[in-house]
């Protein structure tokens, strides 16, 4: 991960900027500010930690069940052990 500002950035087209869009945010927990963007916001690291606040419903149903399923799959290993 870097940080870096696109301003700083001159692009040859649209599409090379759109490319540097934010698909999440991280961290959201520790925030200073809101931001009501619509994306998925994350406790901690994107797809690792707990969705948050103003994420989209669906991807907070898909990470409840992927959760679920870890669980479940979890147990199913100490089962076999």
Same mark, same amino acid.
């Given at each position: 991960? %870097? *940080?870096?500002?696109?301003?700083? *950035? !001159?692009? #040859? @087209?649209?599409? =090379? ?14 925030? %200073? ?11 901690? %690291?994107?797809?690792? @930690?707990? *969705? %948050? =606040?103003? @994420? ?5 149903? #898909?990470? #409840?069940?992927?959760?679920?399923? =870890?669980?479940?799959?979890?147990? !199913?290993?100490?089962? !076999?052990?």
């Amino acid at each position: 991960m %870097i *940080l870096l500002f696109p301003t700083l *950035l !001159k692009f #040859k @087209s649209k599409e =090379e900027k759109d490319r540097f869009m934010p698909t999440c945010h991280m961290f959201y927990g520790k925030r %200073i500010t809101d931001i009501p963007d619509g994306l998925p916001k994350w406790t901690g %690291i994107n797809g690792e @930690s707990e *969705l %948050i =606040e103003d @994420s989209p419903p669906e991807l907070v149903r #898909k990470r #409840k069940k992927e959760i679920e399923e =870890e669980e479940q799959n979890g147990k !199913k290993e100490q089962k !076999k052990e």
